[in-house]
């Protein structure tokens, strides 16, 4: 079946459009390299005046985050292009830090004579001795975020294109796939930071992502597959994640649990499939940001040092590695992109922290300060949170389960991050009897504790996958990806419908 098109819409706003033409120097060569932009940013000059002002009634930290995003999105229903959207903002926020409070403003407009009030206004909070910042310096880093294919350069009927052969694929598995819908987004992000302490950064951020939904109905029974490509990187994406492989795997999903039976109830042992780590994401990770930590609003607060889960349970934070979704060069507070390890061996060793949460903790900041926009002042959050591969055959875990539940897709979930509570559904999952995956379940849900999560980790697989998603966090998003091995947990509360 061919698209049409049935809208389309392109929208600027009058407020992101460049008030000052000001060249960038010295730096318009490394801008170049990394991609270049059409957005004008001002120099290291323009802005250390800026910093001043913010820091003109006191306050140990300020700092400017201008940003400028270029957003492609594309959405296909019933085989037809529903929406095409493109959009630009760009503008630019002042923070202050004074003891533990926060003063921050933006403007959506890159001209340094707008943000000048606003750093009046982070300022005003601030009182006690006046530091001047430090004289700003251009500072170089190193790139883990290449984009061979440039998206600025794919022509929109490309980008439609690769959206037409998920649904394509999707549509040619099964005569029971009803609906498919296809989400399409891209983006490029170029953002300069400027900080009380003298640092000058540029940097840029692509990102391309594809969702397929698709939706099977079998004997009255309606059922639904998700699958979903994302990373850092331009276009080449679609070399690696095949607009085929995507819509096929996410009707593969809907057909296999269009058959599934009831799902048992009950505490029984749980195999988590490689690639689940979002039930760790949500049940620990968030328990492990120091923001939360300080408000004694975390279940590890105050465990640093002793143990909090089996010793096969090594986990970290990992803003480093290339092209993941959660991946950056620095962190929206200028900190470069870390490796943090948070349990080792089941023994709690670290949090996550930004400039703020570490300055008041005694530690340093693991570079973890990130923000939705410019829009936002940074907060603590993850990047790439992962339990680390252990040694054992992922099929001798399953041969080693007599009665239990292997769960492969995690659908939403509700954590309370104080107690650790958390329930998860289950997208797809399948009973475990005798050792052999049997017959896929529906209506299942896991309920328990973080802490007894990780306490219960029993086998540990030498396999490893990842799932890219997006985090909310205080009424911001932010890209991020988690990731495990097949692991069992020995026993999880279940809730059923059988």
């Given at each position: 079946m061919s698209s049409r098109v049935i809208s389309r819409r392109a929208f600027l706003k009058e407020s992101s459009v460049v008030a000052l033409a000001v060249p960038l120097g010295g730096?318009?060569?490394?801008?170049?390299?990394?991609?270049?932009?059409?957005?004008?940013?001002?120099?290291?000059?323009?802005?250390?005046?800026?910093?001043?002002?913010?820091?003109?009634?006191?306050?140990?930290?300020?700092?400017?985050?201008?940003?400028?995003?270029?957003i492609t999105r594309i959405t296909m229903t019933g085989s037809e292009i529903r929406t095409l959207e493109y959009g630009v903002t760009q503008g630019g926020g002042v923070r202050t830090l004074h003891g533990e409070k926060t003063g921050y403003g933006y403007a959506e407009t890159l001209d340094p004579d707008a943000l000048g009030p606003i750093a009046d206004i982070a300022a005003s909070l601030a009182g006690g001795v006046v530091t001047a910042p430090a004289r700003l310096a251009h500072r170089k880093i190193p790139s883990r975020i290449p984009m061979r294919d440039r998206i600025e350069h794919a022509a929109v009927r490309d980008k439609v294109a690769v959206v037409e052969q998920v649904d394509r694929a999707a549509r040619a598995v099964d005569p029971t796939v009803q609906q498919v819908v296809v989400d399409y987004h891209d983006e490029v992000q170029h953002i300069i930071i400027a900080t009380s302490d003298g640092q000058f950064l540029c940097d840029v951020l692509p990102m391309v992502s594809v969702r397929a939904t698709v939706t099977v109905s079998r004997n009255g029974v309606n059922a639904e597959g998700i699958r979903r490509a994302a990373r850092r990187s331009g276009m080449?994406?679609?070399e690696q994640e095949t607009p085929e492989r995507i819509g096929r795997e996410a009707a593969e999903q809907a057909v296999r649990m269009a058959g599934a039976v009831e799902a048992p109830s009950g505490e029984i042992p749980v195999v988590v499939a490689a690639g689940g780590g979002v039930l760790f994401h949500e049940a620990i990770g968030h328990g492990l940001e120091a923001d939360a930590v300080m408000r004694n609003a975390s279940v590890f607060a105050g465990r640093s040092g002793q143990r909090v889960a089996s010793d096969l349970v090594t986990i970290c934070d990992d803003a480093t590695i290339p092209c993941e979704r959660g991946s950056f060069n620095v962190d929206d507070e200028g900190t470069p992109a870390a490796r943090t390890l948070l349990v080792e061996r089941g023994q709690l060793v670290g949090y996550l922290h930004d400039r703020r949460s570490a300055h008041a903790m005694g530690a340093q900041s693991t570079g973890n300060g990130r923000r939705e926009s410019f829009r936002f002042p940074p907060q603590v959050r993850m990047t790439n949170t992962l339990l680390v591969k252990g040694s054992e055959d992922p099929a001798d875990i399953i041969k080693a389960t007599a009665r239990g539940i292997y769960a492969?897709?995690?659908?939403?979930?509700?954590?309370?991050?104080?107690?650790?509570?958390?329930t998860f559904g289950l997208m797809e999952a399948y009973l475990i009897e005798n050792g052999v995956v049997g017959a896929p379940i529906r209506g299942?849900?896991?309920?328990?504790?973080?802490?007894?999560?990780?306490?219960?980790?029993?086998?540990?697989?030498?396999?490893?996958?990842?799932?890219?998603?997006?985090?909310?966090?205080?009424?911001?998003?932010a890209p991020v990806t988690s990731g495990c091995p097949t692991l069992r947990i020995s026993r999880m509360t279940v809730g059923g419908t059988a």
């Open positions: 730096l318009a060569s490394s801008w170049a390299d990394s991609g270049g932009s059409e957005a004008v940013f001002p120099d290291p000059d323009q802005l250390g005046p800026i910093l001043a002002r913010a820091m003109a009634r006191g306050g140990w930290y300020s700092d400017v985050f201008m940003g400028s995003r270029c080449e994406l679609f492969v897709a995690f659908g939403g979930g509700e954590v309370d991050s104080a107690s650790g509570q958390f299942a849900s896991l309920v328990g504790s973080g802490v007894e999560v990780l306490e219960r980790i029993d086998r540990v697989g030498a396999d490893f996958d990842s799932w890219p998603g997006t985090c909310l966090k205080s009424d911001q998003s």
